[in-house]
């Protein structure tokens, strides 16, 4: 029975612990305001940076270089890199912490993901006075560094880490959605590439590129091979497709509404060329550039920032060289709907700060987020993928400006492709939209995403995507990511009413388990007490 009860005490407690942080968190809690110390103590601090890296040493560097160029400014505070190769697993880890008091002080996230965060008991720094400090926010007196002033990040990027009417984050990077393309093959097909692509004729040269030779060999290029058009990011492909025909998805509030008619309509289309075999997505084949490059795909449709992957003289390139086919690559915007009414998705992204009791902590992290914003690391990061600059200051510098002027000087550096997607993105900036950002909106975009997954898998596997099929995947799509409890009509998901059953069991269960080891504590205790001639009376 011993072992037992410390067997509970030791493990069990602690999980269930993390688990009632997290059922707990049902609808967002204030984050109050943060006090700005009166000024930066000498005392030593060290604070904890948590970010994303995939395979590019080159960013690794830059966060190396700025923590070092920082720690030579402020040799009192100390910053301790963690990297991560998914943003997901930041999420996930962010959470998880949450819950131990244990949270990084400075990360690299998505406001999707802060709004999560926000559910924990005072969790995410508000920025806003941080922000307009005179000491030591932006453009602030008592900087060591000449970061952005007030005014100087870009607007439509700011405005995207505007949570429930405070800052709760600043733009590190952005980035959009582009299509990357295969121009000979479009040509061979008998087509040219318009300045501005259109979905139906996206479809249309999909479905032309389907067409075999009697070998079995698709025409277009000799090979066994074609998926003509391979969509990233479908929570993306979704919710864009929407946005264009200016259809439902979901309110500011966060009322859900992308179960319409018109998401019905997108599934139907995406399940007609997903089973002629036109189409797919990233989930079910893998990354388009490895399609692109390999002279198997037509229409990659990718972030900018994964414009280093994309082409023949690629910089980053996942497959052997002897698989690679010559081609030229244009890049456009992602297929449109009305073509002199662009739209796409700003993505990228954002800097949050984590409370702490020390607060000489948080005005470190502060002044370390924003020495991430600083010119240096802005334009250098930036050259590394085809992400822009977050600040008007980096993106009107004479450096920035010439590193743009030089595309194609090499395949490195001045990648082409890559610099073709930064100047397609800046040219569009005012042509970008996000979506709304509350506790639920990863779920929602999950959501979105999974519809286009599951039309997509169903045609190939021959079901019929029809008014049917649709509305089944509606309602098990709501079930799969609880989007019933933030169906909550037009005030959003402000009061997502009682808790789960499953939440109140473990509520109940960890009562029970607290209780048994109380009274197991208790006894023991009488029992050494008569033991040593001690009585209770």
Same mark, same amino acid.
Request: aromatic share 10%; with cysteine.
């Given at each position: 029975?011993? #072992?037992?009860?410390?067997?509970?005490?030791?493990?069990?407690?602690?999980?269930?612990?993390?688990? +009632?942080? +997290?059922?707990? %968190?049902?609808?967002?809690?204030?984050?109050? *305001?943060?006090?700005?110390?009166?000024?930066?103590?000498? *005392?030593?601090?060290?604070? $904890?940076?948590?970010?994303?890296?995939?395979?590019?040493?080159?960013? $690794?560097?830059?966060?190396?270089? *700025?923590?070092?160029?920082?720690?030579?400014?402020?040799?009192?505070?100390?910053?301790?890199? !963690?990297?991560?190769?998914?943003?997901?697993?930041?999420?996930?880890?962010?959470?998880?912490?949450?819950?131990?008091?244990?949270?990084?002080?400075? %990360?690299? $996230?998505?406001?999707?993901?802060?709004?999560?965060?926000?559910?924990?008991?005072?969790?995410?720094?508000?920025?806003?006075?941080?922000?307009?400090?005179?000491?030591?926010?932006?453009?602030?007196?008592?900087?060591?560094?000449?970061?952005?002033?007030?005014?100087?990040?870009?607007? #439509?990027?700011?405005?995207?880490?505007?949570?429930?009417?405070?800052?709760?984050?600043?733009?590190?990077?952005?980035?959009? @959605?582009? %299509?990357?393309?295969?121009?000979?093959?479009?040509?061979?097909?008998?087509?040219?590439?318009?300045?501005?692509?259109?979905?139906?004729?996206?479809?249309?040269?999909?479905?032309?590129?389907?067409?075999?030779?009697?070998?079995?060999?698709?025409?277009?290029?000799?090979?066994?091979?074609?998926?003509?058009?391979?969509?990233?990011?479908?929570?993306?492909?979704?919710?864009?497709?929407?946005?264009?025909?200016?259809?439902?998805?979901?309110?500011?509030?966060?009322?859900?509404?992308?179960?319409?008619?018109?998401?019905?309509?997108?599934?139907?289309?995406?399940?007609?060329?997903?089973?002629?075999?036109?189409?797919?997505?990233?989930?079910?084949? /893998?990354?388009?550039?490895?399609?692109?490059?390999?002279?198997? %795909?037509?229409?990659?449709?990718?972030?900018?920032?994964?414009?280093?992957?994309?082409?023949?003289?690629?910089?980053?390139?996942?497959?052997?060289?002897?698989?690679?086919?010559?081609?030229? $690559?244009?890049?456009?915007?992602?297929?449109?709907?009305?073509?002199?009414?662009?739209?796409? &998705?700003?993505?990228?992204?954002?800097?949050?700060?984590? =409370?702490?009791?020390?607060?000489?902590?948080? +005005?470190?992290?502060?002044?370390?987020?924003?020495?991430?914003?600083?010119?240096?690391?802005?334009?250098?990061?930036?050259?590394?993928?085809?992400?822009?600059?977050?600040?008007?200051?980096?993106? =009107?510098?004479?450096?920035?400006?010439?590193?743009?002027?030089?595309?194609?000087?090499?395949?490195?550096?001045?990648?082409?492709?890559?610099?073709?997607?930064? #100047?397609?993105? +800046? @040219?569009?900036?005012?042509?970008?939209?996000?979506?709304?950002?509350?506790?639920?909106?990863?779920?929602? !975009?999950?959501?979105?995403?999974?519809?286009?997954?599951?039309?997509?898998?169903?045609?190939?596997? #021959?079901?019929?995507?029809?008014?049917?099929?649709?509305?089944?995947?509606?309602?098990?799509?709501?079930?799969?990511?609880?989007?019933?409890?933030?169906? /909550?009509?037009?005030?959003?998901?402000?009061?997502?009413?009682?808790?789960?059953?499953?939440?109140?069991?473990?509520?109940?269960?960890?009562?029970? &388990?607290?209780?048994?080891?109380? *009274?197991? &504590?208790?006894?023991?205790?009488?029992?050494?007490?008569?033991?040593?001639? @001690?009585?209770?009376?």
């Amino acid at each position: 029975m011993k #072992k037992k009860m410390l067997f509970l005490l030791r493990n069990l407690a602690p999980a269930l612990l993390i688990l +009632l942080c +997290l059922t707990g %968190c049902h609808g967002s809690r204030e984050q109050r *305001a943060f006090q700005v110390p009166e000024t930066l103590e000498d *005392a030593p601090v060290e604070i $904890t940076f948590w970010a994303k890296n995939d395979t590019n040493k080159a960013q $690794t560097d830059i966060y190396a270089r *700025a923590i070092e160029e920082f720690q030579s400014l402020y040799p009192g505070i100390t910053v301790n890199l !963690r990297l991560y190769t998914d943003y997901g697993k930041i999420y996930n880890d962010v959470i998880t912490n949450i819950a131990t008091g244990t949270t990084p002080n400075v %990360c690299i $996230t998505y406001p999707d993901h802060i709004a999560t965060y926000m559910t924990g008991d005072n969790v995410v720094v508000p920025l806003d006075d941080l922000m307009a400090d005179e000491r030591y926010g932006l453009g602030g007196s008592e900087l060591l560094f000449e970061g952005p002033a007030e005014g100087e990040l870009v607007p #439509k990027f700011l405005e995207e880490c505007r949570i429930q009417g405070a800052y709760y984050a600043v733009p590190y990077v952005r980035s959009t @959605e582009v %299509c990357y393309i295969n121009k000979d093959y479009v040509e061979a097909l008998g087509y040219e590439v318009p300045d501005v692509l259109t979905w139906d004729f996206i479809w249309e040269v999909s479905e032309a590129a389907t067409e075999k030779d009697p070998e079995g060999n698709f025409k277009v290029n000799g090979q066994k091979v074609m998926i003509p058009f391979i969509y990233k990011s479908t929570d993306n492909m979704m919710i864009s497709m929407l946005r264009q025909l200016d259809a439902g998805y979901s309110t500011p509030t966060g009322q859900v509404l992308l179960f319409n008619e018109d998401t019905g309509t997108i599934m139907k289309q995406v399940g007609e060329h997903a089973g002629s075999g036109a189409f797919s997505t990233f989930k079910i084949s /893998s990354y388009p550039a490895n399609f692109l490059n390999a002279g198997q %795909c037509i229409f990659a449709v990718d972030s900018t920032a994964g414009s280093t992957w994309m082409g023949t003289h690629a910089p980053l390139l996942d497959i052997s060289e002897d698989k690679l086919v010559d081609f030229e $690559t244009v890049v456009r915007l992602i297929p449109q709907y009305d073509t002199s009414h662009p739209q796409m &998705i700003s993505q990228g992204p954002s800097i949050c700060i984590f =409370n702490k009791e020390n607060e000489q902590e948080v +005005l470190a992290s502060w002044l370390f987020t924003q020495y991430l914003l600083s010119d240096g690391i802005q334009i250098a990061y930036a050259q590394t993928e085809g992400y822009v600059p977050v600040t008007t200051r980096a993106l =009107n510098s004479s450096q920035y400006q010439e590193y743009l002027s030089r595309e194609g000087e090499d395949n490195e550096l001045y990648y082409d492709v890559k610099l073709q997607a930064a #100047k397609l993105f +800046l @040219e569009n900036v005012d042509n970008t939209f996000t979506t709304p950002v509350f506790n639920g909106s990863t779920s929602l !975009r999950d959501a979105a995403g999974q519809l286009i997954e599951n039309a997509a898998k169903g045609a190939r596997r #021959k079901q019929v995507v029809d008014d049917a099929f649709v509305q089944t995947q509606f309602e098990d799509v709501t079930s799969l990511y609880r989007l019933d409890q933030i169906l /909550s009509g037009p005030e959003g998901p402000a009061d997502l009413g009682p808790l789960p059953t499953a939440s109140v069991a473990l509520l109940v269960s960890l009562a029970l &388990i607290w209780g048994i080891m109380g *009274a197991y &504590i208790l006894v023991k205790y009488v029992k050494k007490r008569r033991k040593s001639g @001690e009585y209770i009376s």
